[in-house]
């Protein structure tokens, strides 16, 4: 079974700085998708940012980036430019393209943003 | 706005109760699932329906049943559940393909006395 491990339970950073959330993943396949999730208070998670593995190129969504490391199975997220409203639990997932439906997610870690 | 909507937010039930979680997506998707999130533990999905079809079933306990009339509505039925059972139950939907990209409600907090 694939796991996926998120080492930092709790993170903090200032607002306008920037943080990186890790995320690393055990799988002996070679084609699956991973995606960074957000888990505000209101509970409802939000998906942030996905990467096909098939892509060396690491995926952006504004001020939300990955760095996927394939062959060292990592896949950290980035925020620049942190706001007040980037405070949530942030979620790993990863999905086997042949699976079926499976999401893997890791335990979460808690972001905290301070003015 | 969201286009999963889950019912009731909040729910607190006896252990002899019989309640049901409603959920309901206007994405269109065809597939939808039931993730059970209790703390310090990952995600953990339930069931999935595809088509209004199950087509996984992570070894739930008999206590929870799911139900899927149609494409755009899952149930799930609760009866003589034990405290550890409290959690925050969410639902997802999505469209299936390669990418099949899950979009979540805002869940439903489960206390059991």
């Known amino acids: 079974a694939q796991t996926v491990t998120q080492s930092q339970p709790e993170m903090s950073v200032q607002e306008a700085e920037t943080v990186t959330l890790s995320c690393t993943y055990d799988t002996s396949e070679s084609d699956y998708y991973l995606f960074w999730y957000k888990q505000p208070p209101s509970r409802q998670m939000i998906l942030v940012i996905r990467q096909e593995a098939y892509k060396q190129q690491n995926a952006t969504e504004n001020r939300f980036s990955v760095n996927f490391q394939k062959a060292a199975k990592s896949f950290s997220l980035k925020i620049s430019d942190s706001q007040l409203g980037d405070a949530a639990m942030y979620f790993c997932a990863y999905r086997r393209v042949d699976s079926g439906y499976a999401l893997n997610f890791g335990k979460g870690t808690s972001l905290l943003v301070t003015p | 706005e969201t286009g999963v909507t889950q019912t009731p937010r909040h729910l607190v039930m006896g252990m002899t109760n019989k309640k049901s979680l409603k959920c309901e997506q206007h994405l269109g998707h065809n597939a939808m699932y039931w993730y059970k999130q209790s703390a310090k533990k990952p995600l953990e999905l339930m069931f999935v329906y595809s088509l209004e079809e199950r087509v996984e079933n992570n070894s739930v306990p008999s206590r929870f049943s799911p139900e899927c009339p149609n494409s755009s509505h899952l149930f799930l039925h609760l009866h003589t559940l034990q405290p550890e059972d409290s959690a925050l139950y969410l639902c997802?939907?999505?469209?299936?393909?390669?990418?099949?990209?899950?979009?979540f409600g805002a869940g439903t907090r489960l206390s059991v006395l």
């Open positions: 997802a939907s999505s469209q299936g393909g390669r990418s099949n990209i899950q979009y």
